[in-house]
């Protein structure tokens, strides 16, 4: 079945190394993503990684992919206030074709001053 | 840069009233979703078409929740009659051929 879970709260402080982390259950997830959602609006792509894959740096964002453990985590370096949001994993399966994403709770990032 | 478009932003309804969210998607994007997200968890599929056609409505609450996408572009969902349990934000993502989902601003329900 499909199972994604998130904690629920980071605080950091700016300037540091945020991570934060997802397990999945699926083990047919093709692809894994990142969005990131600011109060009252809708959802941003951040970045996604193809399940074969154990890495993506895109910029401040790193993703690691552990999928023997169904680990998925997001490093942001350099954390900065704007980037206090929601972040949330998602997971999408190929069977069927219909890349239907199954989100997790999602994680809430304080950055403090 | 494009984006998905979603009227109205917010709209407050009272129960059993009927209720309409409307979706303009990125052009050229044959894929539009419909998800909803209540407070504090993440987003549900409701509805997913391929151009004008239903690919996926398993989560769509059929005996009051409806959607179309006549002419493979723009889509409506509907809600009639409207239940204080449909409290939420509706949203709208688009996708091309590719993985990358791209969601509009969404629709925030409240039913009174």
């Known amino acids: 079945g499909e199972d994604v879970e998130q904690s629920l709260f980071l605080s950091v402080r700016e300037g540091d190394s945020s991570v934060i982390n997802c397990t999945y259950t699926d083990s047919s997830s093709t692809y894994l993503y990142w969005y990131k959602q600011e109060p009252g609006a809708g959802l941003q792509l951040l970045t996604y990684?193809?399940?074969?894959?154990d890495m993506k740096q895109d910029q401040r964002l790193t993703v690691l992919l552990n999928k023997k453990d169904k680990h998925l985590s997001l490093r942001i370096a350099d954390t900065q206030t704007g980037d206090s949001a929601i972040y949330f994993c998602?997971?999408?399966?190929?069977?069927?074709?219909?890349?239907?994403?199954?989100f997790g709770t999602g994680t809430q990032l304080k950055v403090e001053l | 840069e494009a984006e998905v478009a979603q009227s109205p932003r917010y709209k407050i309804t009272e129960k059993s009233q009927a209720v309409a969210f409307w979706c303009d998607p990125i052009s050229g994007h044959a894929t539009l979703y419909w998800y909803r997200q209540i407070l504090g968890q993440g987003p549900e599929l409701l509805v997913q078409f391929q151009d004008e056609s239903v690919v996926d409505d398993s989560q769509l609450p059929k005996d009051r929740f409806s959607a179309e996408r006549l002419k493979g572009v723009d889509s409506t969902l509907k809600i009639q009659p409207a239940e204080l349990g449909d409290s939420a934000m509706y949203l709208c993502?688009?996708?091309?051929?590719?993985?990358?989902?791209?969601f509009g601003p969404g629709t925030r329900l409240t039913v009174t």
């Open positions: 990684i193809f399940s074969n894959m």
């Open positions: 998602a997971e999408t399966l190929s069977a069927g074709g219909g890349n239907k994403l199954t």
């Open positions: 993502a688009s996708s091309t051929i590719s993985y990358e989902q791209y």
